[in-house]
Structures are given as C-alpha cells and as structure tokens.
C-alpha cells in the first residue's frame, strides 16, 4: 500500500522558516518523480517543487530562492525547507508521487493528505 504522510506544517510569522517532511512508503523515488504542490483557499492547486531520484530539482518562479526540496532515499523521507515566508505562501502543503516530470496535479499518482502553513503578517 502506497503511503505519503506529510508533517511540519505549522503558524509562523512573515520572513520565517518551515521544514516540511513527507514519509514514504518504500520503492516511490526509484518509480516516481516526487515532489510538493500546496493549495491556498479558493485557489487550485499548484505544483511547488520536484525532484528526480537523480536529478536536478525543479521549482515553481515563486519558489526559487527560498525553497529547497530534498530527498532521504534510504529513509524514504522528502523534505521542503521553506524560508523567508510570506503570507501568500499561507495553505496547505501536499507531498505527491508523479508520473512524469511535470508539476501539474494531472499528473500526480498519489497525493499525502496535506500539512497547513500558515504565515502571518
């Protein structure tokens, strides 16, 4: 059974810093490109960051500069080092297995169930 569980989400303030982590059930990084979308309320979804299991990452324009994904392939573990955060980053953060190297929801074999980040102002 394929798992994907997302923790460190949290509430902090304009210009601070989360790690998120995203435990995995074996064997994804080798068959997947994983990688981090969030979701804002009343927005759609959009992809953040992506990683290959060897690779170079890719990042979303917003991103670049002040997110960093990474990988744990013996531990199974994705990360997402977040700094410098502002209130749009605000939402919640999904840990996700892909098809193909595309951050796009469409092409997303199995999402986690979301960690919240909140920035406030």
């Known amino acids: 059974q394929v798992q994907l569980e997302e923790s460190g989400g949290g509430s902090v303030q304009t210009g601070g810093s989360l790690k998120l982590s995203c435990a995995t059930s074996?064997?994804?990084?080798?068959?997947?490109?994983m990688g981090w979308f969030r979701q804002a309320p009343g927005k759609e979804r959009e992809g953040v960051a992506g990683?290959?299991?060897?690779?170079?990452?890719t990042y979303a324009a917003y991103a670049k500069g002040r997110f960093t994904v990474s990988q744990d392939i013996a531990r199974n573990i994705l990360y997402l080092e977040m700094r410098d955060l502002k209130p749009e980053d605000t939402g919640m953060y999904y840990c996700a297995a892909m098809r193909r190297r595309q951050l796009s929801p469409r092409d997303v074999e199995y999402w986690g169930q979301g960690t919240q980040v909140t920035v406030s102002s």
């Open positions: 990683i290959p299991s060897n690779g170079v990452p």
């Open positions: 074996g064997g994804l990084f080798s068959r997947y490109y």
